[in-house]
């Protein structure tokens, strides 16, 4: 069971997306996220491994989605032409690029302030170093010095 527990903690966030791409409804994601998961530790025996968990779960959820609007038709929801030409592949990629954002954000926390800020600045604003180090009243140099000691202080702890 601590397996399930792994797999939910890793992917719950991705099933919850991924039907809100769907949807738009945050209630409905969160509820056949659940479901999704309550499905697959009923089926988790009957994983043939064959794709990544993530695609697995996915189907799961999209299939807990179209019996449930079959159901009442009330949810606007993205046509099957549009849904299948989304890529399982780009839902994994997109989740993939998420989960590496938030690791970045939380470690751009631990910095201190000026550093952060110029980090923000340069990786979010995509601004150049003479322009961070005039906001910040510094200098070009400064925004570039205190940039390059930001990204090794991260790559410390394996983010960058």
Known sequence: MEDIEKIYVKYANLIKNYIFFITRDKELSEEIMQETFVVA??????????CEISVWLCSIAKKILYKKTRKNGSYNMISIDELELADKKQVE???????????????LQKLDANTREVMYLRLTGELSFKEIGKILNKSENWARVTFFRGKQKLSKEDII
């Open 41 to 50: 530790i009923d089926q988790i025996n009957k994983f043939r491994g064959d």
């Open 93 to 107: 990629e997109e989740y993939i690029k998420t989960d590496n954002k938030m690791k970045l954000y939380k470690a």
